[in-house]
């Protein structure tokens, strides 16, 4: 017996998930070309032909078109730092990851702008976008917490960089 899950889409929600991207495109060219915050829904709606209400039905806000971008945007650089990271484990795979989201970020700069900063006023993402962006670097899968075993992220001061004001309880 089929389930909902396993049913293809229907023409209806084709049609939809087309508009929808269309949607998403023509907001990412309008980002790009006029900056983050010239982003409306009215204009989005131009771009592709038809009435500023029409899109409301696909997108009830701007942040809502703001947040469907930020799902995209999160999707695309996932996938680039998945793909530089490959094999690579530990500090190898930090720095390819690393690496891949500034390249990303260089190649993408509104999305970026949209995922790193907060260029828009009042807009959060979503709960589901907020905790897969919070889950950014161990979705490769080839991250430990302590990629360096025992060693510390910061460096450590030594006798001679310790202030005399300083804990005495640094460790050494």
């Given at each position: 017996m089929a389930?909902?899950?396993?049913?293809?889409?229907?023409?209806?929600?084709?049609?939809?998930?087309?508009?929808?991207?269309?949607?998403l495109d023509h907001a990412l060219a309008l980002m790009t070309e006029e900056g983050v915050g010239a982003l409306t829904v009215t204009e989005v709606a131009r771009r592709m032909g038809i009435r500023g209400p029409s899109l409301?039905?696909?997108?009830?806000s701007?942040?809502?078109?703001?947040?469907?971008?930020?799902?995209?945007?999160?999707?695309?650089q996932q996938a680039a730092v998945r793909a530089a990271v490959g094999d690579a484990r530990g500090v190898a795979a930090l720095r390819a990851g690393g690496r891949a989201v500034v390249r990303w970020a260089v190649e993408h700069p509104a999305l970026a702008q949209l995922l790193h900063w907060?260029?828009?006023?009042?807009?959060?993402?979503?709960?589901?976008?907020s905790s897969r962006r919070s889950r950014r670097w161990p979705t490769c899968g080839r991250c430990s917490p302590n990629p360096c075993g025992s060693a510390s992220w910061r460096r450590r001061p030594t006798p001679t960089s310790r202030s005399a004001s300083g804990p005495s309880s640094w460790a050494g």
């Open positions: 389930t909902e899950q396993s049913l293809p889409p229907t023409r209806i929600e084709r049609r939809r998930a087309a508009v929808r991207d269309e949607a409301y039905k696909y997108f009830p701007r942040h809502a078109l703001y947040d469907a971008l930020f799902a995209r945007g999160l999707a695309t907060r260029p828009v006023p009042g807009f959060e993402p979503s709960p589901p976008c």
